[in-house]
Structure formats: C-alpha cells, structure tokens
C-alpha cells in the first residue's frame, strides 16, 4: 500500500532539495558575485586598449554548441563562453572608440542599480504594488518634463528605448485625434526622409499605414524645410485631405540635424495637427547651456521621445516619452482587468502601466536615478557638452585635411564627411576607407547616403570618447586614406 499523503510529502522534499540552488547561500552567492566582478572589473581596466569593432569568422557561433542542458555549468565555465562567444565579436558599445550609429553608454552606476534593482525586485508597472518604485518613476518623468520645458501637466513613460516611446508618441496622437479606420485614408502625417525608421515602424504598428505620407523635402542642412511643409499642408487641407501629424526630429540619427521645430510647432498649431518630436539621440542635449536656442520649439510638442540610454550614457534598455496632456495617454493605454480592481481603487499616482503598452516591466527607474543621485547632474552636463565640442573640433580638423570634405557644421555631435580621391569614384574609395578603420578595428565609424553620395559618419556621444579619440581617429583616416590613394 503506498500512502499518497507521505508520497506527496516525500515529493515536496525532493523538489525543495532539487531547487535549492536558486537560492544560494552566503558562501555560493560570494563564489558567483566574485567571478562576475573580477569579470566586470578586467573588461573595464582594459577597456581603453580594447577593439571597438572586431571582425571575427564564427560571430559568436560558439553559443550553439552550448545547449541548455539539465545539468549546472560551473560559473569560470559560463564566463568563458561569454568571453568568447558573445563579448568579442563584433561591435563593443562600451568603447570610446564607438563613433558610429548614436553610440550607447555604459556608466557603472546604472549597473550597481539594475543589481539593486532586480536582487529587491520592487514592481513598477502599478502604484498599488510598488508606490515608492512608481512615485520614484514619476519624479524622473516629472523632472524631464522640467528640463525640456513640458508643463506640470505632462504625462510619461520610461520606456525599454525610444522605439517604443516613438509608438506611444503615435499611438497617444491617433487617439486624441480620434483617428478611426475610417479617418485613416485621409489624414495625412509630415516627416522628412531623416526621421528614424523606428518611426516608419510605430506609424505601420499603429495602424496608420494607409495614412497619406507626405516626406518633406530638406533643406542642404538636412532639417525639415519649413516652407515647404506649410505649402503641403495648405494644398492637403485645399483638396479635403485633413492634416493629422507632423513628425519632427530633435537631432537625427544620420547627419545630427534638427528640424526648425519652433517653425514645425507653429504650422501643427495652426493646422489642428499633432506635433510629436523624436529626440531620442538628442534631447538630452538640453542640459547644455546654449542649446535651448537650437532645441527651442520642442517644448511646444505634443509629444516627445528622449532616450536616457543615448543622451544621458545609461546601458542600454532605458528610453522615455513625454505627452503634453497625460490624459491623452491614459485614454490610449489605461489598464484594467478584474483582477485588478484593488489597484485600481488606490491611485494617487498614475501607474507606468496605464502610459504604455506594458504592465509587468524592468525597474527601469533606478537605473537613471542611482546615476543621477550618486554623481548629481554636473558631469552629465560636462560629459554632453564635450561630445559637443569633439564634434566641432573633429569638423574643424577634418575639412583640413588633404582630400576630405565635411558636411555643414553639425547642431549636435554628428559630423558627415568623405574623401575626394584625385581619380576614380568618390563612393567606392569611401568604402574601402571604412571597410579598413572597421578591419584596423580600434575605433568604429559607420556611413549613410546623402544626396546620393556615399558619405562616412561620425557619431560621439559614448562617455568615454575623449579628444584622443578624435585625434586618432583623425590619425587613421589620413593614413588609410594616403594608403588608397596609392592603390587607387
Ligand atoms: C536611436 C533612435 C531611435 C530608436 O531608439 P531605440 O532606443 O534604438 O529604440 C529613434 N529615433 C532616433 C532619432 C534615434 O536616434
């Protein structure tokens, strides 16, 4: 006769013992800690000697001959695959050598705080379960409303990155103008063909495809020709289309540029039109003194995107949004399932999870307010500032050198350039320029196309490029350009 309560007993026991491990002791949790850290702290004592681009024939191949397995893999083990497989090939985000695309960041403390953040596991997405998590959300949303001039009223969210605050932004501007399936054919939506794609994106995902796309021409500083965009606007409106969004940039993600965006917040104003600006590269540039005059109009949108993973040098995983009118957010994400109705008679506060399309989410809060806390606003301030200034110097620096070209001078931290061989095609030599910084590995440089030119970029916004940087970076181009030219 087997007894099923002593079964069930004796069951209980094995599974507690079997799952012991996911509770470490004092001693296994010093073991693991241990080897993370002593990890952490190499990589970033030889950080300044590492590649920022290492081209590598297996790209991480590696990870598959490693399958999930019942069994545990000892801590040096896992470690050594990571090395190998994942923290060596291809780009390293943590360098201050990254120049290309909008370079992410890194800064330590936001790392000590994700710790912090998932040892305590506090709840963000609703106040009933986590007030101080989400007043503590609030507040950074409130004082980012601050710093680029939205009202008290404002509403936000952090986000995992401004794809997704780009998403709300759309989403909240389609419900407050009551777009329905039926409004769609012909409410038409004003960008340039600088907006990110992750706009083109939230505009598909939202379900505005079908909306009439107007891609404003830009001006030879690449910003949104403000003219032009009144002259379209006025000639929809004529033939019964209704003028529904205009999209504008705060620094773009290809030359740095930014849309007139008082100009842009004038004619949205007059039209009856949502403004939404997408200053995730760039918004945070508003720490800079000075910059309120290039920024100045985007504290008139409805609706704008900042990413504290780009501007404010945070590991990637931290975007945000801010809406003019938090209602209008509400009316577009508010939450609510029975299962809920005790969190939804304690609301002081909103709740993260009535902003967005999420509901159980990462802190993401305590990684940017850690950082702020701990260090105080200054060095992010000074760390913006001479991003600013690297860029000047390397736009300066560059059109002196024999062969180059540059861009205009940049409104934030991007610079274009390219080299004009003495024969043969321009765009060709260009990319076999790159293809050698890439190979040559120590600072990474990306390209675009502009005006139909092949064009190389630079980008500086990681916290760790220093005017060294730029020197070598200067150093390298010259010297493989002299390289080529002679095979040429
Ligand atoms: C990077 C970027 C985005 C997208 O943000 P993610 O954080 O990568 O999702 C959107 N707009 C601009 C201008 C950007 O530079």
């Not at 590492?50 to 598959?64: F, H, M, Q, S």
Request: glycine residues 10%; hydrophobic residues 40%; aromatic residues 8%.
């Amino acid at each position: 006769m087997t007894d099923p309560e002593k079964d069930l007993e004796d069951r209980l026991s094995e599974l507690e013992r079997i799952a012991a491990s996911l509770e470490p002791s004092a001693e296994a949790r010093g073991v693991l800690r241990d080897a993370v850290i002593a990890y952490t702290e190499k990589f970033i004592e030889e950080i300044y000697t590492l590649p920022a681009y290492n081209v590598t024939g297996d790209k991480g191949r590696e990870i598959y001959a490693s399958p999930i397995s019942e069994g545990p893999m000892p801590v040096d083990e896992v470690l050594r695959l990571f090395a190998h497989a994942v923290d060596r090939p291809g780009l390293n985000p943590a360098s201050h050598g990254h120049l290309g695309y909008i370079p992410g960041g890194g800064i330590y403390a936001s790392a000590v705080a994700d710790y912090l953040a998932d040892i305590t596991n506090r709840y963000a997405g609703i106040f009933y379960g986590g007030p101080g998590a989400v007043r503590l959300e609030n507040m950074l949303i409130a004082w980012m409303a601050s710093l680029t001039g939205y009202p008290a009223g404002a509403g936000g969210n952090l986000t995992s990155g401004g794809s997704i605050a780009n998403l709300i932004g759309i989403v909240a501007a389609r419900d407050a103008k009551g777009i329905g399936s039926r409004d769609v054919g012909r409410s038409v939506i004003y960008l340039t063909d600088q907006a990110h794609h992750s706009v083109d994106k939230a505009i598909r995902i939202a379900g505005l495809a079908e909306c009439p796309l107007r891609r404003i021409p830009v001006t030879p500083f690449h910003r949104m020709d403000a003219s032009l965009l009144e002259l379209t606007m006025k000639k929809d409106r004529a033939s019964g289309l209704r003028p529904f969004l205009v999209i504008g940039s705060a620094g773009t993600t290809d030359t740095g540029a930014v849309d007139p965006l008082a100009n842009i917040a004038d004619l949205a104003e007059a039209h009856d039109c949502w403004f939404h600006c997408d200053g995730a590269y760039g918004a945070f540039f508003i720490l800079c003194s000075g910059m309120n005059r290039i920024l100045s109009g985007m504290e008139r949108s409805d609706s704008l995107v900042m990413d504290p993973h780009k501007g404010l040098f945070l590991p990637y995983g931290t975007g945000a949004v801010l809406v003019r009118d938090r209602r209008r957010m509400h009316d577009s994400f508010r939450y609510n399932a029975s299962y809920l109705l005790d969190a939804m008679s304690d609301a002081d506060e909103l709740s993260p999870a009535d902003l967005s399309p999420e509901l159980t989410k990462h802190f993401r809060g305590l990684r940017l307010w850690l950082p702020l806390k701990i260090h105080g606003l200054r060095p992010f301030r000074a760390c913006l500032e001479e991003k600013l200034l690297l860029a000047r110097y390397f736009w300066e620096k560059i059109r002196e050198c024999d062969g180059f070209e540059a861009g205009p001078q940049p409104d934030l931290s991007v610079v274009t350039y390219r080299y004009v061989p003495k024969r043969g095609n321009a765009d060709e030599f260009n990319k076999v320029l790159i293809e050698k910084i890439q190979n040559d590995g120590r600072v990474f440089l990306s390209s675009t196309r502009l005006g139909g030119n092949f064009v190389l970029r630079l980008a500086v916004l990681a916290f760790r490029t220093h005017r060294w940087t730029i020197d070598l970076t200067l150093k390298l181009l010259t010297d493989y350009a002299r390289e080529i030219e002679r095979e040429f």
